[in-house]
């Protein structure tokens, strides 16, 4: 049985439907479904049984699961960067991640575990995932500080070693539908266009980046999933690995491929940005992809236009909001 914590959630619903197109539906989705929509996320997959966060962990710390777990894949987590109780993130994000990796090490399970490209902060110590970076990167909020410190936690006592734990960029597709603000700006534009014909992006404060040119790494769910899975399959590939494209792109092409799938004219409208976020927002993100080519993954991630276009044509449009098996 292999468990996905988070499985109900973007990422971890992308999964499951990972593994269902291996073959493998013998899964145990973790999440919590109570009053809200990320349910919807499940209804065209294949699992075993779904469990709440808590109870699955406290089953799994008396050993309820036996010699049934082939192993876990955890993505649950607050995963939203705006939230800022620390305490709450701690315990949700670190120390239940924790509780996971000393169990899986201790019974001798695949662990991997998702950590987040926001740990690089604003990226002044560039975006190279080689441990020995780890100790310079200062993240710039609560969340990527949850994640970093786990990290930590694992490099120094050693546990790299034998975990996997991923840096995923900005990730968008199918299965997103749930995430409120945290929402991919594909489908904010795709829904802003409907609505009124323009997007709408943040101009720049800085003087290297014209509005618009702000650049990240953008990532289509289903390369992550491709990633995720090769790296839970090379019980080899163990430490911190970026899952990203390697290219920087604009908003600014972005949204403009979200008008061409469209079959629109592009209508790009800049607009302040707000004071809690300018002293700390990322310009520019890249994932450094030698670490994972490295382990052997040689598979080619969709061009942002590709992607963007399966996107829009083949779920936004169609009013498909979800993967299916």
């Not at 100790?135 to 034998?162: E, M, Q, R, T, V």
Request: hydrophobic residues 35%.
């Amino acid at each position: 049985m292999i468990i996905v914590t988070g499985g109900a959630g973007f990422i971890g619903s992308a999964i499951v439907w990972g593994l269902n197109l291996r073959g493998y539906t013998e899964i145990l989705v973790v999440d919590v479904l109570d009053k809200c929509k990320k349910w919807g996320n499940l209804t065209n997959l294949e699992f075993k049984e779904s469990i709440d966060k808590d109870e699955f962990i406290e089953k799994l710390e008396k050993g309820k699961f036996g010699n049934k777990v082939d192993g876990i894949i955890h993505m649950g987590a607050e995963s939203s960067t705006t939230v800022y109780d620390a305490d709450y993130l701690m315990q949700n994000n670190y120390e239940y991640t924790k509780k996971i990796a000393i169990w899986c090490i201790k019974n001798n399970k695949r662990l991997v575990y998702a950590s987040s490209a926001a740990t690089y902060g604003n990226g002044q110590e560039g975006f190279c995932d080689e441990h020995s970076y780890l100790g310079k990167l200062k993240p710039l909020n609560p969340y990527a500080c949850s994640k970093h410190l786990f990290d930590l936690w694992a490099y120094k006592g050693g546990l790299l070693k034998y975990i996997a734990g991923l840096k995923y960029f900005n990730c968008f597709g199918p299965n997103e539908y749930h995430k409120g603000n945290m929402r991919s700006m594909v489908l904010k534009a795709f829904r802003q266009i409907k609505r009124d014909g323009k997007v709408q992006l943040f101009k720049s404060y800085n003087p290297q980046y014209k509005d618009g040119y702000q650049m990240r790494d953008f990532l289509y769910i289903k390369d992550a999933v491709e990633m995720t899975l090769f790296i839970f399959e090379n019980k080899k590939a163990n430490g911190i690995f970026n899952i990203g494209t390697g290219k920087a792109e604009s908003f600014c092409k972005l949204v403009t491929a979200v008008f061409e799938a469209m079959g629109k004219e592009v209508d790009i409208e800049y607009i302040d940005m707000p004071n809690p976020i300018k002293d700390k927002y990322q310009y520019f993100t890249q994932a450094d992809m030698k670490k994972l080519k490295n382990a052997g993954y040689i598979k080619k991630t969709h061009t942002l236009k590709e992607a963007v276009s399966d996107y829009v044509k083949n779920y936004l449009l169609k009013g498909n909001s979800y993967l299916e098996h």
